[in-house]
């Protein structure tokens, strides 16, 4: 019998005697990542490197309802492109007809998050990826049971087998090359982006604007800074007094001084990802910036830097619609158009 | 009688356990340092020590406590701390023979990360070390936009472009008067003057000692005091080049000060 002799080959076949030339072996292709302009390098752990093949076959997974109890729900489901990667309802719908209590993210820069999820429950792009599948107001599925789909399938034995050099498809496996796809979700070219470039122009109420979040005027910048929009902190920005129904980060760290306070999104694509806040109580940019002006609501953690409680920014009509032009000035289209 | 003869059969062989060693082994004897030599005969003088900087905040002398309407200012005005957040560059050691060690280029301490209290050096040369300094916020040549991208200070610290770039230098925020109104003594470059400053302390630190430790304390009343009292406003001060400096005066004059184990 002839076939590859070589155990170290992908095609290794134990049977054949005489090898007839046809081993081939397990290589994937890098995936670079381009740094966009004002972000730090990527932290990419170091035993889930980026390639091609992982990548392409994370984003058969994120697309794929297979990952659900009933074959009716994949992450994009939640997570639509045409809304950056988020869900215009205020709360999403499970498989089971079930409504959680948050709005669900968009994933934008997320490779750039040092934690995820509002209250900041997941520390790696890896861990969270397990939750949504067994979720049971999510895709209310066991993961035993996804593993077992996967390596029945007709096609996912061999994507894995090229992406890790597996012959039994893990869990782990699973959320690695999930992870790998989200961290492509890179956006970096909206119309702000080409005007630090000097490739566009804003408009004078644009730049009004501008100024207004990048001063103390309407001092957005504190939290939502540089060019990635988000400082990678947890701030209670007001929305709620006391008692809080959300705990957000308290519920996680379980120390009070924490409650209320979510992780602070990065604005671009703001225009995109309408309903707004932890639980999408806000519809439009309108209602948000009106927020902001009338200074939010007192309680024990809400964050200093709000700093006129029940006051507020006191913008004009005016402003606040420069403010709004200018978070439009953050979208990027391209983001939502490709793949 | 027996006993004596336990003793001298000791003493012998402790001379022929000296006989065998005939060569000479260089290195480090000193049993305090970090890379003390059991074998090495000779001290060559390459023992090294630890070295531990502590950062401390104090208020009136007194601990910092947050959130806690408990603090009064020259301008008698009651206020609390929620965040404290700070950039040191430059913290450099001195020694007598004139030459000098960079121990942290940057380092960022915020109170919500007691791990960012300390600076741990290792490795450090046996001297008589006569001054510490360093520098508080960054320097113009610093202080660029971008320049510490890979740092756990970005994103949160950057300083807009908008109005001026680079970063903040600290970031001191709270409540005052009532817990409705917010302060931000966010310091840092502004209108193209760098308000950082360096504070050179002299000290007198031989350290040959397993573990030394220099504080640095950081008195924040003393921010609004001395010589220029200072009010606390719910207007933003990051544009305010007048502000930053009579805080960069206060902070020259008695914000800081060093202690440090006298032998």
Not at chain 1, 166 to 193: C, G, H, P, W
Not at chain 1, 204 to 217: M, P, Q, R, W
Not at chain 1, 296 to 322: A, C, F, H, I, R
Request: proline content about 4%; charged content about 15%.
């Amino acid at each position: 019998m002839s076939g590859c002799t070589d155990n170290t080959a992908v095609n290794y076949s134990a049977d054949a005697i005489t090898d007839d030339g046809s081993c081939f072996f397990f290589s994937t292709t890098p995936f670079i990542i381009e740094t966009p302009s004002g972000f730090p390098e990527m932290n990419i752990p170091s035993n889930n490197p980026m390639t091609v093949e992982g990548v392409s076959l994370g984003e058969k997974l994120f697309k794929d309802p297979i990952l659900s109890r009933n074959n009716t729900q994949a992450c994009i489901n939640c997570h639509q492109q045409n809304f950056s990667f988020s869900d215009p309802n205020q709360y999403s719908t499970g498989i089971d007809h079930i409504q959680g209590i948050r709005n669900a993210s968009a994933l934008i820069n997320i490779g750039w998050n040092t934690s995820f999820n509002w209250d900041g429950s997941s520390l790696t792009l890896e861990e969270q990826a397990f939750e949504p599948v067994s979720n049971p107001i999510e895709m209310h599925n066991d993961w035993k049971v996804v593993e077992s789909t996967l390596n029945t399938h007709a096609d996912y034995p061999t994507l894995f087998k090229e992406a890790f050099n597996i012959d039994y498809i893990d869990s782990n496996y699973v959320v690695m090359a999930i992870a790998q796809f989200e961290r492509t979700l890179i956006s970096a070219n909206s119309k702000f982006d080409r005007y630090l470039k000097g490739e566009a122009q804003l408009t004078v109420s644009e730049l009004g604007g501008y100024a207004i979040f990048n001063s103390e005027k309407g001092d957005c910048f504190h939290c939502h800074g540089t060019q990635m929009f988000m400082d990678n902190l947890f701030h209670n920005n007001g929305l709620d007094p006391e008692p809080f129904t959300d705990l957000g980060l308290g519920k996680i760290t379980n120390n009070a001084s924490d409650n209320a306070k979510f992780k602070t999104p990065t604005l671009r694509n703001i225009e995109l990802t309408a309903p707004y806040m932890h639980d999408g109580r806000f519809s439009t940019l309108e209602e948000v910036v009106e927020h902001y002006n009338s200074g939010g609501e007192y309680s024990l953690t809400v964050d200093p830097l709000m700093k006129k409680l029940g006051v507020g920014l006191q913008l004009t009509n005016q402003e606040k619609q420069d403010l709004i032009a200018f978070l439009k000035t953050l979208t990027d289209n391209n983001f939502i158009s490709e793949k | 009688m027996k006993r004596i003869f336990v003793i001298f059969t000791t003493i012998s062989l402790v001379f022929t356990a000296c006989e065998k060693e005939e060569e000479i082994i260089e290195g480090c004897t000193d049993t305090g340092s970090v890379n003390y030599n059991s074998n090495a005969t000779n001290d060559n003088g390459s023992c090294k020590y630890n070295l531990s900087i502590n950062f401390t905040h104090t208020i009136d002398g007194n601990p910092l406590e947050i959130n806690q309407m408990i603090y009064t200012n020259t301008a008698s005005q009651n206020y609390s701390i929620q965040t404290l957040r700070y950039l040191l560059s430059d913290i450099t050691l001195h020694s007598a023979n004139g030459t000098s060690t960079l121990l942290d280029e940057v380092h960022f301490i915020t109170i919500s990360d007691p791990s960012t209290f300390n600076l741990d050096i290792q490795d450090l040369n046996s001297a008589n070390y006569i001054a510490i300094s360093f520098t508080m916020g960054l320097d113009s040549l610093k202080n660029i936009t971008n320049n510490y991208l890979n740092e756990s200070f970005f994103p949160s610290f950057s300083w807009p472009d908008f109005i001026g770039g680079g970063y903040h230098y600290m970031q001191l925020e709270g409540d005052y008067t009532t817990a409705l109104q917010g302060y931000a003594t966010h310091t840092g470059g502004t209108d193209g003057i760098d308000f950082s400053f360096t504070k050179h302390f002299p000290i007198s630190l031989n350290i040959a000692n397993a573990n030394t430790i220099v504080i640095i304390n950081m008195e924040i009343n003393n921010w609004y005091s001395n010589p220029n009292i200072i009010n606390l406003t719910t207007d933003g001060i990051m544009g305010n080049a007048n502000k930053q400096s009579l805080l960069q005066a206060n902070g020259i004059a008695d914000v800081f000060s060093i202690f440090y184990p006298i032998k």
